[in-house]
């Protein structure tokens, strides 16, 4: 049963969100096949400095890599953008600034979506992508960050999506995880990816053709960035298994 989300009054999150740093596949492949970005992460040494910058939107895929294909033509990088778009569109009506890592169905190396964010001094990368795995059963949404402890802000990141997406969406909730996916370690703030959804289950990706879905699962993404701009506390969900 969808539960109603709750929002974060414009005012607010103007203050606080202000953001500023400077075929299938399994479950846990989410990067294009692409060269590596160059550069180093950002040191501690140079924090983390919250009051300034966009959110930085990533639709996975684009172009000539499609990602996750499922069985009836459903294309990875179609549905990302989608919501991406939506998430974009609530963002900035939230009084929210937001960079796009593409608009339109183009082809981005990973190396280009994190230099997009760095070059915005963005305050929180949110990639999005939707899952395959080789057999049916696989179903629900998980977020991951890169969890090596320099930039302690996405881990919360990554809780505060998972929490409204798990609030919002009548699907199982794999939890939050860690991985040192590109678009992660490559960017300079806190970094989730965010999987919606699994184009190898049948009633998940009926699901993910329908505008309403569609709709639901970005605006459980805003209200997660939403919430991590107001209180940057909490402990990440113990990932499920």
């Known amino acids: 049963m969808r539960r109603r989300l709750w929002w974060v009054p414009a005012g607010i999150v103007l203050l606080a969100l202000g953001l500023g740093c400077g075929g299938a ?8 096949a692409e060269e590596e970005p160059e550069g180093n992460r950002v040191q501690e040494s140079q924090p983390y400095a919250w009051g300034s910058g966009p959110v930085c939107i990533d639709p996975g895929h684009g172009g000539r890599d499609t990602g996750t294909v499922g069985s009836d033509g459903a294309v990875e990088k179609e549905i990302a953008l989608d919501v991406a778009r939506r998430v974009q569109q609530g963002l900035e009506a939230a009084g929210a600034p937001v960079v796009m890592t593409r608009t339109d169905d183009v082809f981005v190396t990973l190396a280009r979506r994190a230099a997009i ?6 305050g929180l990368f949110v990639s999005i992508h939707v899952n395959g795995y080789h057999t049916p059963d696989a179903h629900g949404f998980e977020v991951y960050y890169l969890g090596d ?4 802000e996405a881990g919360r ?15 199982r909730d794999r939890g939050v995880r860690q991985a040192d996916f590109s678009v992660l370690s490559a960017t300079h703030c806190p970094a989730v990816l ?5 184009l190898s289950n049948p009633d998940e990706r009926d699901q993910l053709m329908r505008d309403a879905y569609r709709q639901a699962i970005a605006d459980a993404i805003v209200a997660g960035i939403l919430a991590f701009g107001t209180d940057t506390g909490g402990t990440p969900h113990e990932e499920q298994p």
């Open 25 to 32: 596949r399994a479950p846990d492949e989410h990067a294009e």
């Open 194 to 198: 965010v999987e919606v959804g699994y």
């Open 157 to 171: 990141a990554a809780e505060a999506v998972r929490r409204a997406l798990g609030e919002t969406l009548d699907t």
């Open 117 to 122: 964010c760095n070059e915005a001094h963005a």
């Open 149 to 152: 402890g320099s930039l302690p």
